[in-house]
């Protein structure tokens, strides 16, 4: 079974100041990785995702995010974070062998708060 | 381009009445899904499909049917409300079921039932 963890119920972050939202997984296989975002009343985005290669991946609106595969870890960064950064943000996971429908299993979702 | 639209935005049933929740996407892809996003449970899969014809039960499919007859059209059907399913849906797309391809959501269905 496949499993995310998103230890965090809330962050908050001052304008200005870079930001991480944690994430952890377990799953058989090797692991495909994405973030996505929700803004009020509004479907999910996608943010960004590690299928392979290198362990920094490069998303949308100046996200980043970190694979680390020892410690099963893909937290989500940013280096200045904006007022408008604020929203809900759910990380997920697929075993790379597909099965159950090609499953995406999300955390329970971090809500990220930037004041100014 | 749409993407992928949901309707209604917002509904309220009875308990024992169905219903049916609208999915279509206009980005030829091959797969459709629905989710169902309740507080503090993430989103869960409810159904699946892989191209027109072709449908199967995701991890909470109880109560739920779908169908597949085009390529654009994924309907969610409720066949007889329940409270316990009260939540907001979403329809989510990819261009293929290939695992490492992202999903494109709707805009989401608030559901209650009373």
């Known amino acids: 079974a496949q499993s995310v963890a998103q230890p965090e119920d809330q962050v908050n972050v001052a304008e200005g100041n870079p930001l991480t939202v944690k994430c952890t997984y377990s799953v058989s296989g090797n692991p495909y990785l994405f973030w996505y975002v929700q803004y009020p009343n509004r479907g999910l985005q996608f943010l960004l995702k590690y299928i392979t290669g290198d362990n920094l991946v490069k998303g949308s609106y100046g996200f980043e995010a970190e694979f680390n595969k020892s410690q099963t870890s893909f937290h989500l960064k940013k280096p200045s974070a904006l007022v408008s950064d604020s929203a809900l943000y759910f990380c997920?996971?697929?075993?790379?062998?597909?099965?159950?429908?090609?499953?995406?299993?999300f955390g329970t979702g971090t809500q990220l708060k930037v004041e100014l | 381009n749409a993407g992928v639209t949901q309707t209604p935005k917002f509904q309220v049933l009875k308990t024992g009445q169905s219903m049916t929740l609208q999915c279509a996407q206009d980005?030829?892809?091959?797969?459709m899904s629905w989710y169902r996003q309740d507080p503090g449970m993430g989103l869960r899969l409810i159904h699946y499909s892989v191209g027109a014809g072709i449908t199967d039960q995701g991890e909470v499919p109880n109560g739920y049917n779908v169908s597949r007859s085009t390529t654009e059209d994924f309907p969610l059907r409720l066949l007889s409300a329940a409270p316990s399913q009260t939540s907001v849906y979403f329809c989510?797309?990819?261009?293929?079921?290939?695992?490492?391809?992202?999903?494109?959501f709707g805009s989401g269905t608030q559901l209650s039932v009373l």
């Open positions: 980005m030829n892809h091959e797969y």
């Open positions: 997920a996971v697929r075993d790379n062998r597909g099965g159950g429908g090609n499953k995406l299993t």
């Open positions: 989510a797309s990819s261009k293929s079921r290939a695992t490492n391809e992202k999903l494109f």
